[in-house]
């Protein structure tokens, strides 16, 4: 794609009854606000503590979330402009690059660049080609312009402790699940958002259990790396029976889920791509307009 088209999918305004490229980055660095402001996520790092982390705690988080604000805009962009998978893919090593220079070299966001990343660039196309940004269409565009790319980037040997840790238990590593859709986050986390909020649970409830619903299926390549499939399938166990128990609407669920924050620091269990999950389902509910 030439410089001049680019240029002018950029320039072009948002359609009267869609979002700009800038509203659609907004979003993204609003949900992963989302996400850090969920308090307790077992294992993970929020305003209250930093969970099973000593190198991070939410200082180092939001200083990766300001550096990552034109990057997601930029993914709308090219999204728009349906640029070929390597663009984007040029775009998120360069924002790896730029979370790294910002927390001092410690990982705090690689997968929601990945996914968020992603994310943001079939919204755009949505818009720009359909006037839609409702999930069905942000998802049928990831498949359509990018889903052949992404197949062929799932097969390339895995470089990452994760990655690596997925292929040696024979999971889904974040690749494989984007080759697929993203199945946990629309066939799972989205309808558990949408059941929590028909109960009428406030916002912070549902991205509770959002987040449980997400931790009970996920092959969540961190907790797998951290603890083995020991370590992930305890994860699981303990995550369906907090949603077996009532989840987040529960009277005893504050209780209930420190408690599980408490068990997951003592093993040292951090389910990141859980938590970049969630910072999706916001993500969506965000650009879809919904609280
Ligand atoms: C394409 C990549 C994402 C790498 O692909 P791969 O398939 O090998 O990825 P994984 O290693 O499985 O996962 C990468 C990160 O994605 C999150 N994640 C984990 N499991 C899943 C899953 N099943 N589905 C979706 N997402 C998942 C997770 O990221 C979060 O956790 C990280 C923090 O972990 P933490 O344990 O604290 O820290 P580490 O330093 O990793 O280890 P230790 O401290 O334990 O020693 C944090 O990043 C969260 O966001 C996985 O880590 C990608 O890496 C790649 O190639 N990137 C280049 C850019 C690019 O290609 N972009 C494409 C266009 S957008
Ligand atoms: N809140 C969080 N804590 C630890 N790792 C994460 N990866 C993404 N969000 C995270």
């Not at 910002?102 to 196309?125: D, Y």
């Not at 389902?281 to 650009?287: E, S, Y």
Request: proline share 4%.
């Amino acid at each position: 794609m030439s410089a001049a088209t680019l240029r002018a999918a950029i320039a072009a305004p948002a359609p009267a009854w869609g979002l700009s490229a800038a509203q659609i980055g907004r979003a993204a660095t609003l949900a992963l606000h989302d996400e850090l402001a969920l308090a307790p996520k077992p294992g993970l790092v929020s305003f209250v503590d930093s969970g099973s982390h000593d190198d991070m705690d939410a200082h180092t988080f939001m200083r990766s979330l300001f550096s990552l604000r034109r990057y997601f805009v930029r993914m709308a962009e090219l999204g728009a402009a349906q640029v070929p998978f390597a663009e984007l893919e040029r775009s998120g090593i360069a924002a790896e690059a730029r979370m790294l220079a910002a927390t001092g070299g410690i990982n705090t966001h690689r997968g929601a660049i990945f996914v968020l990343g992603l994310l943001c660039a079939a919204t755009g196309a949505a818009q720009a080609l359909d006037g839609r940004r409702d999930a069905d269409a942000v998802r049928e565009h990831l498949r359509r312009h990018w889903g052949g790319a992404l197949d062929a980037r799932s097969q390339r040997a895995p470089t990452l402790p994760g990655g690596i840790a997925a292929r040696r238990h024979g999971l889904r590593s974040a690749s494989q699940e984007a080759a697929l859709g993203f199945p946990v986050l629309f066939e799972t986390a989205l309808p558990a958002w949408d059941d929590a909020r028909r109960r009428g649970l406030s916002a912070q409830q549902v991205r509770l259990d959002c987040f449980f619903s997400i931790l009970a299926v996920l092959d969540d390549s961190n907790l797998a790396h951290r603890g083995g499939l020991e370590g992930l399938h305890f994860a699981r166990r303990a995550a369906r029976a907090f949603i077996e128990q009532g989840g987040a609407g529960q009277p005893g669920a504050p209780a209930a889920a420190w408690s599980l924050h408490r068990d997951f620091v003592a093993r040292h269990l951090s389910p990141g791509g859980c938590a970049d999950l969630l910072a999706a389902a916001c993500f969506l509910r965000r650009v879809a307009r919904e609280p």
